[in-house]
């Protein structure tokens, strides 16, 4: 059984941190791309950041030199540290696994960003 499973989310005052995780099970095979993925209420869902096999990394416009991806391919794990958080940067973030037969996606942790 594939699963999913993010973790980390809360609430957070403007130019704090938070760091998310993510843990994928159930897969028989090494996990080539692991993708954080964002949708804050009333907005389309978009990519955050993106990581490979060999540790090359994809970020969007709007977290480029906050946010950082990494991951432990051993643990299947991949992690997304977010630092000087903006009320911009509240939704809910979702984990993706995309594969060539299906794209396996988290249930998403809430993040928001107030004072």
């Known amino acids: 059984q594939v699963q999913v499973a993010e973790s980390g989310g809360g609430l957070v005052q403007p130019g704090g941190s938070l760091r998310l995780s993510c843990v994928a099970s159930?897969?028989?095979?090494?996990?080539?791309?692991m993708e954080w993925h964002r949708q804050a209420l009333g907005k389309q869902r978009e990519l955050v950041a993106r990581?490979?096999?060999?540790?090359?990394?994809t970020y969007g416009d709007s977290v480029k030199g906050r946010f950082t991806i990494s991951r432990d391919s051993a643990k299947n794990t991949v992690y997304l540290q977010m630092n000087n958080l903006t009320p911009d940067d509240t939704a809910v973030y979702y984990c993706?696994?995309?594969?060539?037969?299906?794209?396996?996606w988290g249930r998403g942790t809430q993040v928001t960003v107030s004072s």
């Open positions: 993706l696994v995309p594969t060539k037969i299906y794209d396996y």
């Open positions: 990581i490979t096999s060999d540790s090359s990394t």
């Open positions: 159930g897969f028989l095979y090494t996990i080539d791309v």
